[in-house]
């Protein structure tokens, strides 16, 4: 067996993309040895990795196959992951290898929003009314039945992308074009594909939190800023080390029950819940790492490293949730007004005010970015602030698109 130090092995089951992931492989590298299986080689993962294998990850069966040669040679500690479209596949693989984790059985309950809710239900935990439909025709007989404002969703997906509001009746065939033709790799395509829900009025936020030998730990409490109605990009996320949620009995609760319900014990979950005048609603439950930098914000903010701790717990280790300061971090997306196609997106250092702390470009020259319903998640650049206080946070960030330059051009219109 080939060992590395004193530094476990975990296979690290895809890297997803440098801009908004390399923060996670450069503080668990320094802790773990990881192993890459994924379509292509190894590249920009190079410094975090000890070795990797090509192959292809959405596919079970054959990840499955890869892992256990590994492991023939290795020996290995966990599974890592933290990819939307592989936490199914990476499950096959833990349970295959018999290392910690939670069944594949469970991770496709919170891949499908249809399961999680008849979960919820089943367990009573609060959540909007929701009817999954395969037509048009079954969406207007949902939204009538619920009643309006609905929310049209995809079933599989997560992140907003393909959730769209509609008032009334003559919203419904653009919402549900807008669920039934969003799409992301490694999602599964189901035969009752979009989902009709109650609209949930008031805030939106999201909770990661580990979860470890019974104990259910909120790491990060992160406040949702939307925008581009009616659909729900998100723009922006502020995270307070201070957030009295963090504390809430009702949020211990009710994160404790959404998870017993789907049989979730073992790792780090990404679960959203609005905040409505009747108290928490649950909207959804993802087996994995928040994205749009939720778990660096929560780091900042707190210092509680929560990469690590879905790294930890992978491996069979208690992970560390010990606060060691209080502070507040935001995250500010950049979107362009229009579809474009980008020349040139520039950070521009020397215009950094107070409480900024970093300023990335998260789309190279050539990209073409469209706006919902064309396109989601069209970002050209992000902004991060880190101050004392939230308000002082949001102050620093009013300037954000003046940090970052944008130079672009109308795109072309895509064929109908």
Same mark, same amino acid.
């Given at each position: ?22 923060? $996670?492989?450069?503080? *668990? ?68 290898? &018999? ?31 929701? $009817? ?8 207007? #007989? ?18 907003? @992308? ?42 939106? /936020?999201?909770? +990661?939190? *580990? ?24 723009? &922006?996320?502020?995270?307070?080390? #201070? ?22 014990? %073992? ?7 609005? /905040? ?10 993802? #087996?994995?790492?928040?994205?749009? @930098? ?11 490293? *929560?990469? @690590? ?12 949730? %010990?606060? =060691? ?16 196609? $980008? +020349? ?6 020397? =215009?950094? %005010?107070? &409480? ?9 020259? &050539? ?9 989601? $998640? ?39």
């Amino acid at each position: 067996m080939t060992l590395y130090g004193e530094k476990p092995l975990l296979l690290l089951i895809g890297s997803s993309g440098r801009r908004s992931r390399e923060f $996670i492989l450069r503080t *668990v590298s320094e802790r773990y040895a990881l192993w890459l299986l994924q379509p292509a080689p190894v590249s920009w993962e190079a410094p975090y990795v000890v070795g990797g294998t090509v192959v292809d990850n959405t596919d079970a069966h054959a990840l499955v196959e890869t892992a256990r040669r590994v492991a023939d040679t290795h020996e290995v500690a966990g599974v890592f992951c933290y990819d939307e479209g592989l936490v199914t596949p990476a499950a096959h693989v833990a349970r295959a290898l &018999g290392l910690p984790g939670n069944s594949p059985g469970t991770v496709i309950a919170c891949r499908d929003k249809n399961a999680t809710r008849i979960a919820l239900e089943t367990a009573r935990v609060p959540q909007p009314a929701s $009817i999954g439909v395969r037509s048009l025709a079954e969406a207007r #007989a949902a939204a009538e039945k619920i009643g309006f404002p609905v929310v049209v969703k995809p079933r599989g997906l997560a992140g907003g @992308m393909g959730v769209r509001r509609a008032d009334g009746p003559g919203d419904l065939e653009g919402s549900y074009r807008a669920a039934s033709g969003a799409s992301y790799p490694g999602v599964p395509v189901f035969d009752v594909p979009v989902l009709v829900e109650e609209y949930a009025d008031g805030p939106e /936020i999201s909770v +990661d939190a *580990v979860f470890f030998e019974g104990e259910c730990v909120p790491l990060v409490v992160a406040r949702k800023q939307i925008g581009m109605a009616p659909f729900f990009e998100e723009t &922006g996320h502020e995270v307070d080390g #201070a957030d009295p949620l963090l504390t809430s009995p009702e949020l211990l609760e009710a994160l404790r029950a959404a998870h017993a319900a789907l049989d979730f014990h %073992t790792g780090v979950s990404h679960t959203e819940f609005r /905040i409505t005048v009747d108290g928490l609603r649950l909207m959804e439950v993802n #087996a994995r790492l928040g994205g749009d @930098m939720i778990p660096y914000l929560g780091h900042l903010a707190t210092g509680v490293d *929560v990469a @690590m701790a879905a790294a930890d717990v992978a491996a069979g280790r208690r992970p560390d949730t %010990t606060v =060691r300061h209080r502070k507040a971090a935001a995250i500010s997306f950049l979107y362009p007004d229009q579809d474009i196609e $980008i +020349d040139a997106v520039t950070v521009h250092e020397d =215009r950094f %005010t107070a &409480g900024i702390h970093s300023a990335d470009a998260m789309a190279d020259p &050539g990209a073409v970015l469209r706006l919902p319903p064309r396109g989601y $998640i069209s970002r050209y650049a992000r902004v991060i602030a880190l101050a004392d206080s939230v308000e002082q946070a949001r102050t620093a960030l009013l300037g954000a698109p003046e940090i970052v330059g944008l130079a672009c051009r109308p795109a072309e219109v895509p064929a109908p």
